[in-house]
T-cell receptor, first 108, second 113 residues
Framework: RKEVEQDPGPFNVPEGATVAFNCTYS??????FFWYRQDCRKEPKLLMS???SGNEDGRFTAQLNRASQYISLLIRDSKLSDSATYLC?????????FGDGTTLTVKP | EPEVTQTPSHQVTQMGQEVILRCVPI?????FYWYRQILGQKVEFLVS????????KSEIFDDQFSVERPDGSNFTLKIRSTKLEDSAMYFC???????????FGQGTRLTVV
């Protein structure tokens, strides 16, 4: 079983659509959780941290369920500029483990 | 906005040669990391470094790899004898604490020929 497993994708959606990404992790001792985005051949950039209480940043909402070891990201009213690969990242003891990523393409 | 910087942006080297990839982490950060990403594959953890010591390393980080903080600002990754399969994008990252988000540099693309 992979340490961090994401929806395989790709997701192709029209502008304005709502899209949800799912992620599960295997290490119950994991301390912190993040979503990053990565544009083609660029570095991963932090999108948001994920907390058990859930958190929202504009059109983006992230949720964490520690009991189920499950993380989600919801993007509302998607824009062309949201096209990227979304990376679920789980951190423990100073080591970040990345999922394979889910590619999103938003089309006009 | 503070950022992690990496040099060079692209390095081409012959198989068997030594390479040193350089990074300047964000100045008040204490935790430093190297990751690599082979073209078309996922980002893979190599090593984390704190208080002048390696704190975690992956199976990829074998005896051919070493890290150093030679002065107060630079953090380097050395590959002693490069192989073709070392060709990848190498990302340096830093964080202020072990459990907080890591910020990534723009990467060094290493091509071994």
């Amino acid at each position: 079983r992979k340490e961090v497993e994401q929806d395989p994708g790709p997701f192709n959606v029209p502008e304005g659509a709502t899209v949800a990404f799912n992620c599960t992790y295997s290490n119950s001792a994991s301390q912190s959780f993040f979503w990053y985005r990565q544009d083609c051949r660029k570095e991963p950039k932090l999108l948001m941290s994920v907390y058990s209480s859930g958190n929202e940043d504009g059109r983006f909402t992230a949720q964490l369920n520690r009991a189920s070891q499950y993380i989600s990201l919801l993007i509302r009213d998607s824009k062309l500029s949201d096209s990227a690969t979304y990376l679920c990242v789980v951190k423990e003891a100073g080591k970040s483990t990345f999922g394979d990523g889910t590619t999103l393409t938003v089309k006009p | 906005e503070p950022e992690v910087t990496q040099t060079p942006s692209h390095q081409v080297t012959q198989m068997g040669q030594e390479v040193i990839l350089r990074c300047v982490p964000i100045s008040n950060h204490l935790y430093f990391y190297w990751y690599r990403q082979i073209l078309g594959q996922k980002v893979e953890f190599l090593v984390s470094f704190y208080n002048n010591e390696i704190s975690e390393k992956s199976e990829i980080f074998d005896d051919q790899f070493s890290v150093e903080r030679p002065d107060g600002s630079n953090f380097t990754l050395k590959i002693r004898s490069t192989k073709l399969e070392d060709s990848a994008m190498y990302f340096c990252a830093s964080s202020d604490r072990s459990y907080t988000e890591a910020f990534f540099g723009q990467g060094t693309r290493l091509t071994v020929v």
